[in-house]
């Protein structure tokens, strides 16, 4: 059973940065498309960033340029490094695969706010 454990998030002040971790366990990590996904309060989850085995990225347009997605295939972890942040991106932010399979962790919580 694979298991996704998301960490990093925080209160941070518009403007400021954070970088997520998400651990995974199992062999298929490395050969499979990961994802940073995010749910904000009363909206649906939505896919914010994904990255390949291969490391090829793809980013949200609401992302592009402030966010940067990167793997370490060696540790099973995907990072997400998160520059000027603004208000909306506050949510519970999940990594899964693209598209998602695994059972959802608990996620982490990014709350950008003066």
């Known amino acids: 059973q694979v298991q996704l454990v998301e960490s990093g998030g925080g209160l941070v002040q518009p403007g400021g940065s954070l970088r997520l971790s998400c651990a995974a366990s199992?062999?298929?990590?490395?050969?499979?498309?990961m994802g940073w996904y995010r749910q904000a309060p009363g909206k649906q989850r939505e896919l914010v960033a994904s990255?390949?085995?291969?490391?090829?990225?793809n980013y949200a347009d609401f992302v592009k340029g402030r966010f940067t997605i990167s793997r370490d295939s060696g540790k099973n972890t995907v990072y997400l490094q998160m520059n000027s942040l603004k208000p909306e991106d506050t949510a519970v932010y999940y990594c899964?695969?693209?598209?998602?399979?695994?059972?959802w962790g608990q996620g982490t919580q990014v709350t950008v706010s003066s």
């Open positions: 990255i390949t085995g291969g490391g090829s990225s």
């Open positions: 199992g062999s298929e990590f490395s050969i499979n498309a």
């Open positions: 899964n695969l693209v598209p998602a399979y695994y059972t």
